[in-house]
């Protein structure tokens, strides 16, 4: 069974920064886009950030632009997601997920929809708040 876990939330003040990690078993998903999504209890999911399974393209939401950062370390085995200038309004639970529906890659010209991804992380948990 495929497994992602997600890690590195926490509480921050307004305006900080945070660094989520994903592990993500890279020789079972290879081909596979990775991204971040976020959701508030009640709330539709929402697609934060994708990177293309080779790492060549990234795509954001307008949420993220200029203050959100994809990456991923395949020796390491790991996705990350840099926030920074957080706001409340950031406050949420995290989600990385993978999926190969795209051939690997992100959608264009558009955040990350929940239906292209087939493997889950548990969340984590960012609160910012002072």
């Known amino acids: 069974q495929v497994q992602l876990m997600e890690s590195g939330g926490g509480l921050v003040q307004p305006g900080g920064s945070l660094r989520l990690s994903c592990r993500v078993p890279i020789i079972q998903l290879k081909y596979s886009a990775v991204a971040w999504f976020r959701q508030v209890a009640g709330q539709a999911r929402e697609g934060i950030a994708c990177?293309?399974?080779?790492?060549?393209?990234?795509i954001y939401a307008d949420s993220a632009k200029g203050r959100f950062h994809i990456s991923r370390d395949d020796a390491e085995n790991t996705h990350y997601l840099q926030m920074n200038s957080l706001q409340p309004e950031d406050t949420s639970v995290y989600f990385c997920?993978?999926?190969?529906?795209?051939?690997?890659?992100?959608?264009?010209?558009?955040?990350?929809?929940?239906?292209?991804?087939?493997?889950w992380g548990q969340g984590t948990q960012v609160t910012v708040s002072s």
């Open positions: 990177i293309s399974y080779n790492g060549d393209s990234t």
């Open positions: 997920a993978a999926g190969a529906h795209l051939g690997g890659q992100c959608r264009r010209n558009a955040a990350p929809a929940p239906y292209e991804y087939d493997y």
